[in-house]
């Protein structure tokens, strides 16, 4: 048995956050500068020369990426043979969470739902934890925009959709979207499993490095090709300013599900996409 | 692309008619920051027949909630919030003299319709940008309801402020017209 002291984890946590909603992973931005050279339509050019100027200042200026600095998203795997001192695991997340919004000068964007009456100081976070084997804890800390999350959807098909479904649903869900999410977007798809962990599957497969097809399973790694070039001749573009550039990736993650079910979810990122994990 | 137009704000019915969708504005002057809540409030205040805390005649209005600034700073990141859930509140905000938004996403076709008959305009801000779009913002005024933080109504000051024009008199809209027909995608 590994004893880890909570004040490990709420420090881990604050500096995630503080580091994340400033500094953005190489491989997004990779996929941006990318783009901005293939990018035929000139208003999507210059969206994303400002985009990629944006992380520059925030770099150089010690500034948020983005206004909105989220809900603070994190995907906690502990080992087996931890023992955490000192404390319980939500509540050091959660003060993590608090420092860094305060220490970081991010924006409180947490609210009683019916009140709307901020809480103040970002928390409650969405913690979802896994517990695993070993004596290491995994923290993936994602902070997660409301405009790019509101037009995210579950449906629940039926076996008879088949892939067909699927890819309507998804290309459905983004069409709509439009220019509200922020493109170019990164689109994670959740399939199978039951409702709730569709959608916990989509969220998942948002913290995955950009231009990593899905390793497990040869026809997802098909099927986020095909669902990328098809999402990318709708003409939306950077910003919904037209372009071919309205989603940077798709990212397919599955699992098994009922015989009478085909649940899928599609959840969307903006291209703001701000994760990053630490081991302790 | 085409040259960037300067202008500067009050804006008018007379400059909103010579506006067209896809005009790159770069904007200067004073705007509003109101959003979700700040919009509820101005609108029980007006139909309680009350003033609102602000002037609304020939303002323009930022749906933005900033970061807090931090020391030395005038203000945090600031960047456009999905417009569309402000449509409810939009119309009767521009039949009380609103004249320019700036924000991202769809606007409803109620609120298209009240563009074009109040002379108005909708503008586009780049969301996710908003470190850079800070250094736009030279300075910053509490107006009302403070209690809200982030969404409180501020007064900023704008130099420059990169924008597009969305939803112009005529009734276009800049994100219908890029769309592609996908019925091929199914």
Known sequence: ?280 | MKKALRLHTPLTGEICTGLRTGDVVLLSGIVITARDVAHRRICEAINRGDEPPVSLKGETIFYAGPTPAPPSRVIGSIGPTTSGRMDIYTPTLLEAGLKGMIGKGKRSSAVRESIRQNHAVYFGAMGGVAALLSQCVTAVEMIAYEDLGTEAIRRLDIVDFPLIVINDIEGRDLYEMVMIGNDHLY
């Open chain 1, 1 to 280: 048995m590994r004893k880890i002291s909570v004040n490990v984890i709420t420090e881990t946590v604050r500096d995630l956050f503080l580091e994340t909603s400033r500094i953005l992973g190489d491989d997004v931005i990779g996929a941006l500068a990318e783009a901005r050279v293939s990018e035929e339509s000139e208003l999507g050019r210059w969206v994303l020369e400002k985009i990629i100027e944006n992380i520059e200042v925030a770099r150089n200026e010690s500034l948020p990426l983005c206004q909105d600095t989220g809900l603070a998203v994190l995907f906690v795997q502990v080992g087996q043979d931890v023992h955490l001192t000192g404390g319980n695991l939500n509540d050091s997340i959660d003060q993590g969470v608090r420092e860094a919004y305060r220490d970081g000068y991010l924006r409180k964007s947490v609210c009683d739902p019916l009140s709307r009456e901020n809480t103040g100081d970002n928390t409650p976070a969405v913690i979802h934890t896994e517990i695993v084997e070993g004596d290491r804890i995994r923290i993936v800390a994602m902070p997660k925009g409301g405009g790019s999350e509101n037009m995210s959807t579950v449906k629940m098909l039926t076996p008879s959709d088949g892939v067909e479904g699927i890819i309507k649903q998804v290309i459905e869900t983004v069409r709509q979207a439009g220019p509200n999410p922020c493109p170019p977007t990164i689109v994670g798809v959740g399939i199978g499993g039951t409702m709730e962990t569709s959608a916990i599957l989509a969220k998942k497969a948002l913290a995955r490095t950009l231009g990593s097809p899905n390793g497990n399973d040869p026809r997802l790694a098909a099927l986020e090709s095909t669902l990328l070039n098809k999402i990318n001749t709708l003409g939306i573009g950077p910003q919904g300013y037209g372009g071919a550039t309205t989603a940077l990736a798709v990212h397919v993650e599955m699992m098994p599900c009922h015989i009478a079910s085909l649940p899928v979810a599609v959840n969307i990122q903006c291209h703001v996409a701000r994760h990053k994990e630490a081991v302790i």
